[in-house]
């Protein structure tokens, strides 16, 4: 079995995950995505970085840290008929708030009221429709960046007239939601396939909860209810190795906020009692050989 | 600095030359067993360098090329695994093994993450 982990460089997941591997007597080739070079009509027979031509690897398995250059490999990829994951669709729905949001609505999975406008002055507007405190995001990044809290409209416009004036065209695309007032965490779930393998809740005493900004992780027990939901939002994005991020709101209802193709799990096998990286490797392991 | 290609090149010259053995397999290995006292987070690093300066390799000790510290390499580091700098907490990333070579990680950029 020849697979290929795509990476931007090695990080703690990565290598859980080729612990994983070596646990089934598998050892991918470490493909670097700064190492590529493709000929788009070539297809697969040219020679991957690895030196093995791209057709003989049964899997590729995309794990960049860049978002951009893991997409645009799988589209790729997946356009020469190479079997990857995460697939280009999901990826490429994941790696844009706004599509992620339509994917949403077309299968009626809860979601924060989100509004979206392309000027300063339309996307004051949808602020204060959805009313204060609002929330802005670019429609990408990752890692809680440039998100903002908004409480009145002095910092509306002063944030508005930021992004217009420093953001390039990508800040120029407005996607605000309403706050949600959650109780001081949120609920990241690891889907793998159709199921919910664990799922944490990530508390801090800021609103954004993320670990990587110091949130704190905690085991949320993976009950029907939120199996069913989080199952639901995979699906709706194309489904793979997901982390759905929820919220719950007032009334203690979930509503799912985003959801990463790239999913990072170092801080979550612990609390949770789950090793994510075998979960995730046996499942690919697993697709292998099964008819796309 | 060396072109890519170089590197390459000497990567592999180091990692099959056979009286050229890698540090991590060496000596530097032991001094594992004996940072017991070590914070957790530090534990599985070798500590390579101390200020007791006992390190079995001074010539290849990894020194980071903003502070000029040593920085910790794990036991089990891979090439293009990031680490960082204790002393400045400069991201770098190993770029060879044998010898350890360090650069500065690249910059996060804004499509990065999840
Ligand atoms: N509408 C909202 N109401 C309340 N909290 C929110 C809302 N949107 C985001 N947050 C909080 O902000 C944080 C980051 O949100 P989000 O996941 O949308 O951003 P991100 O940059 O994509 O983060 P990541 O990809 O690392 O999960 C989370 O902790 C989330 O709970
Ligand atoms: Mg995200
Ligand atoms: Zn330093």
Known sequence: MRIALLVTHIRAEEKLILAAFNKRDISPDIILDRELNFDITC????LAPSGI??????????????????MYALAILNSWGLRAFNTYETAATCSDKLRTSI????RGIPQPHTRVAFTPESAMQAIEDVKYPAVLKPVTGSWGRLLARVHNRDSAEAILEHRQTLGDYNHH????QEYVDKPGRDIRAFVVGNRTIAAIY???????????????????????ELDDICARAAD?????????????????????????????FRNSSQPTGVDIAQEVIDFVIGQIGVVA | MASKDERDQQCKRQQEGEEDPHPLSMGLIALDEEIEHAPAHTAGFLLCGSA????????????????????????DAMENELVSCAECGTELEIMCLAPIELELAPEVEEDWGE
């Open chain 2, 52 to 75: 007791s300066g006992e390190c079995a390799m001074t010539n290849q000790m990894p020194i980071c090329p903003v502070c000029d510290g040593v920085v910790y390499i794990p036991s």
């Open chain 1, 173 to 176: 695309t407005y996607y605000v």
């Open chain 1, 103 to 106: 994917a949403f609505m077309k």
């Open chain 1, 43 to 46: 297809g697969a027979q040219q």
């Open chain 1, 202 to 224: 990530r508390e801090s005493n800021h609103w954004i909860t993320n670990t990587a900004r110091g949130g704190l992780a905690t085991n949320c027990p993976v009950t029907d």
């Open chain 1, 53 to 70: 031509a791209w057709r003989e690897y049964d899997l590729v398995f995309e794990r960049c840290v860049s978002t951009s250059r893991g």
């Open chain 1, 236 to 264: 709706a994005v194309g489904g793979g190795i997901l982390a759905v991020d929820l919220l719950e709101d007032a009334r203690g209802n979930f509503v799912v906020n985003e959801i990463n193709h790239t999913m990072e």
